[in-house]
Protein backbone atom coordinates (compact mmCIF):
# COMPACT_ATOMS: atom_id res chain seq x y z
CA UNK A 1 0.00 0.00 0.00
CA UNK A 2 1.42 3.18 -0.79
CA UNK A 3 -0.34 5.26 2.33
CA UNK A 4 2.08 4.28 5.57
CA UNK A 5 0.34 4.93 8.81
CA UNK A 6 3.00 6.29 11.64
CA UNK A 7 0.53 6.61 13.75
CA UNK A 8 2.42 3.85 16.30
CA UNK A 9 5.63 6.35 15.73
CA UNK A 10 3.87 9.27 17.43
CA UNK A 11 1.88 7.45 20.09
CA UNK A 12 5.78 6.24 21.36
CA UNK A 13 7.09 9.69 20.74
CA UNK A 14 3.72 11.02 23.20
CA UNK A 15 4.57 7.83 25.33
CA UNK A 16 0.41 7.57 24.87
CA UNK A 17 -0.90 4.09 24.89
CA UNK A 18 -3.03 3.42 22.03
CA UNK A 19 -6.20 2.55 24.41
CA UNK A 20 -5.99 5.82 25.88
CA UNK A 21 -5.82 7.63 22.37
CA UNK A 22 -8.98 5.51 21.82
CA UNK A 23 -10.26 7.04 24.87
CA UNK A 24 -9.84 10.46 24.24
CA UNK A 25 -10.90 10.38 20.83
CA UNK A 26 -14.12 8.14 21.28
CA UNK A 27 -13.15 5.45 19.00
CA UNK A 28 -12.78 1.58 19.58
CA UNK A 29 -9.81 0.28 20.46
CA UNK A 30 -9.92 -1.87 17.61
CA UNK A 31 -10.97 0.49 15.16
CA UNK A 32 -7.94 2.72 16.15
CA UNK A 33 -5.82 -0.56 15.92
CA UNK A 34 -6.83 -1.60 12.46
CA UNK A 35 -5.57 2.00 11.11
CA UNK A 36 -2.41 1.47 13.22
CA UNK A 37 -1.76 -1.22 11.29
CA UNK A 38 -2.45 -0.06 8.02
CA UNK A 39 -5.40 -1.85 7.41
CA UNK A 40 -7.56 0.75 7.56
CA UNK A 41 -9.70 1.60 4.10
CA UNK A 42 -10.42 4.57 5.57
CA UNK A 43 -10.46 7.61 7.84
CA UNK A 44 -12.99 10.04 8.03
CA UNK A 45 -11.58 13.64 8.70
CA UNK A 46 -13.55 14.46 11.91
CA UNK A 47 -11.71 11.32 13.67
CA UNK A 48 -8.19 12.34 12.19
CA UNK A 49 -8.67 15.86 13.73
CA UNK A 50 -9.28 14.40 16.96
CA UNK A 51 -6.12 12.35 16.54
CA UNK A 52 -4.33 15.41 15.82
CA UNK A 53 -5.58 17.48 18.80
CA UNK A 54 -5.26 14.83 21.04
CA UNK A 55 -1.59 14.01 19.47
CA UNK A 56 -0.59 17.54 19.11
CA UNK A 57 0.67 16.53 15.46
CA UNK A 58 -0.16 17.48 11.94
CA UNK A 59 -1.89 14.67 9.51
CA UNK A 60 1.32 14.51 7.95
CA UNK A 61 2.97 13.08 10.97
CA UNK A 62 0.76 10.28 11.00
CA UNK A 63 0.29 9.46 7.27
CA UNK A 64 2.72 9.66 4.66
CA UNK A 65 3.10 8.65 1.12
CA UNK A 66 5.43 6.17 -0.36
CA UNK A 67 5.68 6.94 -4.56
CA UNK A 68 7.53 3.38 -4.70
CA UNK A 69 5.61 1.17 -2.27
CA UNK A 70 7.42 -2.46 -2.11
CA UNK A 71 4.73 -5.20 -2.96
CA UNK A 72 5.43 -8.38 -1.80
CA UNK A 73 3.46 -11.41 -2.26
CA UNK A 74 1.50 -12.64 0.09
CA UNK A 75 2.79 -16.36 -0.26
CA UNK A 76 5.82 -15.86 -1.57
CA UNK A 77 7.75 -19.14 -2.05
CA UNK A 78 10.74 -19.84 -0.43
CA UNK A 79 14.15 -22.17 -2.05
CA UNK A 80 15.94 -24.60 -0.59
CA UNK A 81 18.75 -23.63 -3.04
Not at 68 to 81: G, L, R
Amino acid sequence: MAIIVNLDVVLAQRKMRLNTLAEMVDITPQNLSVLKSGRAKAIRFDTLEKICEVLQCQPGDILAYDQNPQSTPEHAEVSDD
